[in-house]
């Protein structure tokens, strides 16, 4: 199955791989990381953490590492990583901007997002999209964040969409059970390839045309069931 939800009544967008380019500096930040424990970093490593929470990230990696109970201390070293990499360059991705307002015109849209409040507010400014979400909600907002259901469930309830009506765009597994989970329609990019991602759309970027043709029809009367 690859379609898209005709006359989806709202778009909630997950950021890290998706909106922007932030896999790039979470790549380097967790490379560095495995480097100071004498660990190489390769798809594979990639893979065990994309998608992920700070938290849940640390664990993986201490687990990794043969440091159990360490996961905590390995998460803030990661955090601090990855903040000075998302000052230094977070761009949005191919199509993002162009199809995020095509959906923002005719739809109510929202961002939720596995990274704490601090960095999916770094990422989105540093991407120039900041302005482009006025409702964002990160992992450490909600009781359990994806591949729990609550951030999909309580960016539908905020903006008063059944989540039935909903679609999501997501890069990661994680990401796409989460919205699965919720009840959307699950739209999928992947940051990785390879991977066998749940979903009802699938494609290579943002940037495909049928996006922007499908964004631009959202909102129709005729288009919503009777």
Known sequence: MN????????????CDGL??????????????VFAAHGRPFGPAEKALVLGRTLEDAGEVMAGHFG????GAE???????????????SAEALPGVVDLVHACRANVPVAVAS?????????????????????LSFAADEVRSPKPAPDLYLTACAALGVAPRRSVAFEDSAT??????????HVAVVPSLPGGDI????????????ELLDWARGLGRVGDRPQ
Request: charged share 25%; with cysteine; glycine share 6%.
């Open 114 to 134: 596995n990274s704490p409040r601090e960095l999916l507010d770094l990422a989105l400014e540093s991407a120039g999209l900041i302005d482009c979400f006025p």
């Open 67 to 70: 440091r159990p109970g360490a």
């Open 175 to 184: 990401g796409a059970a989460a919205a699965r989970a919720a009840g959307l």
């Open 19 to 32: 909106l922007v380019n932030t896999e790039d500096c979470w790549t380097v930040a967790e490379s560095a």
């Open 74 to 88: 390995i998460a803030a070293d990661l955090l601090a990583r990855v903040r000075e990499e998302l000052k230094r």
């Open 198 to 209: 749940d979903h009802d759309w699938l494609g290579t970027s943002l940037a495909e045309p």
């Open 3 to 14: 379609s898209l939800l005709t006359g989806a009544e709202a778009v909630v967008f997950d």
